[in-house]
């Protein structure tokens, strides 16, 4: 009788074998940090290091998955790599671009991988395109994923499955030829002439049942392409095409990222590598930058804080458009701001976030039939908090329009009838309790953030004011500020002098550093000082910042979470700021050491094991890495 031994009982000792170990079973789902980010400004991927698209959602990045095996590894994937190997040497991203190359040395040979969403020349010539609300461009998407292959010496015998599943793993399509011979392939699924996929490659397709593949032995000098495309853009018809189209896209990001003003220093391709996955993260015809190009990613391992970040929050824009504009990527911050505008202009009730086109229903629901990432469920579409009371939204707007103001030295009349509404409203509604930067889903507070950021309405309002000359709604607004800043200051701090969650607590929360960000405080005042110190005393776990404690928060939800990371990049910033020069350096040291191994960041980092958690990659961690590089920089240089 063959005797059966579960994976997690100790193994007995025979013969010379080794004293028993404990066999865990590994997780099937890589680890967050593991996957890279393809983008072509309309449509974003995830690849593992298995060389499976494990993310992908068509015709933009907020639409359904067609490859979803990330949440549910049945719902789809797109595989290309050694039949026999799932790890590979060495992966990269070609210099100032964002084309993933993945290595793979075999016992036989070896073979290298490129993956890119391609970018070519405007093609929109006699026709405008539809989705298309910014300024064209010289460049625009192509609508294809690319692969090449390449073998470098021996031989290889590499494989391709492609599945498609799509409406997020709910519709499974048929396969079938669009031409004479096996090298295209179109996946529809029934009756549905939008969920439609075409696979163009050199070498040879079948299909077995759900999936299109490719088996075949590649040797020595070998090149060959595989093209994924969703669109009426032809994919390329040749390697020969196929490779100068990506060189095409790769001289496109290196172009766009050279615009940039990066300093000399050792952090520059940090810098670098976060301007690119901003710029990524951008959906290109309407300027709108996502929080993250996924959804229901957990911020604990297996527990429900998994929320859908594919969409666009006001209080972003504030921090983008520093960081775009700093950096010198004048055209992105415009585009994003005229979103923002547009969004302004076209309601007097500003939501907190919008759809990436400007949608104001992100009605939450969940998809049931998948597993989640790694058993962590529900998985989320949409997201609830998008019509929450939250009072920050119109101190992020009036910020962002003096941000712009200042660096174009000019403001546009017709949003000044609603930039007035909008000082107005954080002036009446800045006494009302509100659910806080966190969209916390329990009572709402006071939450001593929000009030200042209706202090940032009211400040920004006025100076804007002055800039038209008109000093009487100036001094108005000003004497609003100050009427808020000393409540604030009066209630929104304990005996210690520490600003505090909201008006009826000690607790501390990582938001608070937002003072020092926004100038509510100078420098050297002992209280910003005393509450700079003490989130990064007391508000941390092994060095790295939390939100909240969630037991001294009622935020509607069970279990913990990781560490913020765009938290800890706010505390290296506003130690800078408060002279703790030192501290903000080791800081900034050590998050940069804990990105993943091709530069990006999660939502969350675990700090004892370094593990990200969450949406990936995270638009708001990039900013917030920006923005305390160059606080640093900028203190040494001062020094």
Request: with cysteine; charged share 25%.
């Amino acid at each position: 009788m063959t005797s059966t031994v579960s994976p997690l009982e100790p193994q007995g000792e025979t013969g010379d074998q080794p004293a028993p170990k404990w066999r865990l079973p590994r997780s099937p789902f890589p680890p967050i940090a593991d996957y890279a980010f393809l983008s072509d400004c309309q449509v974003t991927a995830l690849v593992a290091p298995s060389g499976n698209v494990e993310w992908m959602c068509l015709p933009r990045m907020d639409s359904p998955s067609v490859f979803g095996s990330i949440l549910d590894r049945d719902a789809g994937g797109f595989r290309l790599g050694p039949a026999d190997m799932m790890v590979p040497t060495a992966r990269r991203y070609l210099p100032g671009t964002l084309i993933l190359e993945t290595s793979w040395g075999t016992p036989t040979g070896w073979v290298i991988v490129r993956d890119a969403l391609l970018m070519g020349p405007w093609h929109h010539e006699t026709e405008r395109a539809y989705r298309y609300r910014r300024t064209p461009t010289d460049y625009d998407a192509e609508h294809v994923l690319l692969r090449t292959i390449r073998c470098v010496n021996g031989e290889v015998q590499l494989v391709m499955n492609c599945t498609p599943v799509f409406d997020y793993g709910r519709i499974q399509p048929t396969w079938s030829y669009t031409a004479e011979g096996y090298h295209s392939a179109v996946a529809q699924a029934d009756g549905e002439d939008d969920d439609k996929v075409w696979l163009t490659t050199d070498l040879r397709l079948g299909f077995e049942g759900p999936q299109a593949a490719i088996r075949t032995l590649v040797k020595e000098g070998d090149t060959h392409f595989v093209a994924l495309s969703w669109s009426d853009h032809e994919a390329p018809q040749s390697y020969e095409e196929a490779y100068r189209r990506q060189v095409w896209t790769a001289h496109h990001w290196q172009h766009w990222l050279a615009r940039g003003n990066f300093p000399d220093h050792p952090w520059r391709t940090h810098l670098e590598r976060s301007a690119l996955t901003l710029k990524g993260l951008t959906y290109a015809p309407t300027g709108a930058i996502v929080a993250a190009s996924t959804t229901s990613l957990p911020e604990t391992p297996k527990g429900e804080r998994n929320w859908d970040y594919r969409y666009t929050w006001v209080r972003d824009s504030t921090l983008a458009l520093w960081a775009l504009d700093t950096l010198g990527f004048d055209w992105e911050a415009s585009d994003f701001f005229w979103f923002i505008a547009d969004l302004a202009e076209s309601s007097d009730d500003l939501q907190i976030m919008y759809g990436i086109d400007g949608a104001t229903d992100l009605t939450e629901s969940f998809l049931e039939h998948l597993t989640g990432y790694d058993g962590a469920r529900p998985v989320r579409i949409g997201n609830g908090a998008f019509d929450q009371k939250q009072l920050d939204v119109w101190g992020a707007i009036l910020d962002s329009v003096w941000i712009h103001t200042k660096s174009r030295d000019t403001l546009d009349e017709r949003l000044w009838p609603i930039l007035t509404g909008f000082v107005e409203s954080a002036i009446k509604h800045w006494v009302d309790p509100d659910r806080g930067i966190w969209e916390v889903r329990g009572e709402p507070r006071h939450f001593t953030s929000s009030k200042v950021m209706c202090w940032v309405a009211a400040d920004r309002g006025a100076k804007l004011a002055r800039v038209r000359e008109d000093d009487e709604l100036a001094q108005r607004w000003q004497t609003a500020a100050d009427e808020m800043h000393a409540e604030i200051c009066e209630r929104g701090t304990d005996e210690r002098g520490v600003f505090t969650q909201h008006y009826e607590t000690d607790a501390l929360d990582a938001s608070n550093l937002l003072l020092a960000l926004v100038g509510f405080l100078p420098p050297d005042d002992p209280r910003l000082h005393a509450t700079v110190l003490a989130i990064a005393d007391e508000l941390t776990d092994d060095g790295l910042v939390l939100r909240y404690r969630v037991e001294e928060t009622d935020d509607g939800l069970a279990g913990e979470e990781g560490t913020f990371t765009i938290c800890s990049f706010w505390l290296v910033s506003c130690l800078a700021i408060v002279g703790e020069m030192e501290r903000a350096r080791h800081l900034c040291e050590r998050l940069l050491n804990l990105a993943t191994p091709l530069g990006l960041y999660a939502e969350e980092i675990d700090a004892k094991s370094g593990r990200h958690l969450g949406n990936f990659p995270q638009a708001f961690t990039h900013l917030g890495l920006i923005n305390a590089v160059l606080k640093v920089i900028s203190a040494e240089d001062d020094e």
